[in-house]
């Protein structure tokens, strides 16, 4: 058995209990030092959408019923809008605007 072995083994217990401690507090232990730039880069895309979006002809007024809320490049779409077509449009669109990587179409259809 190599010398480095205890040393790792150790190392799995204490990040073990750093986890359960975390846990029993609500938090991880493990947090990004990005994660409040990711947050501030999907604002900063889901700004570009929503701007987009308004000053779009076709889409503007569609558009008013929806939610844009963005985390990284991952931009989620929430809302009501009239028809199947206008869901699809509006999906399409997001995707060609600049920074977005994936889109979460939620977007429901109005009752007639």
């Known amino acids: 058995m190599s010398r480095s072995f205890p040393i790792l083994v150790a190392t799995f217990l204490v ?3 750093m986890n359960a401690n975390a846990s029993v507090l609500g938090t991880t232990a493990h947090s990004s030092a990005f994660a409040g730039v990711a947050a501030a880069q999907g604002e900063d895309v889901a700004a570009k959408v929503k701007a987009a979006l308004k000053a779009d ?3 503007g007024a569609a558009s ?3 939610t844009v809320t963005g985390a990284g490049g991952v931009i989620t779409l929430e ?3 009239p028809s199947v077509q206008v869901r699809a449009k509006l999906g399409e669109f997001v995707m060609k ?3 977005v990587s994936k889109l979460v179409n939620k977007l429901k259809l109005a009752k007639k």
Do not use: N, S
């Open 15 to 17: 990040a073990g209990a």
């Open 57 to 59: 002809a076709d889409l």
């Open 64 to 66: 008013e019923a929806v």
């Open 79 to 81: 809302g009501t809008v």
């Open 97 to 99: 605007v600049d920074g």
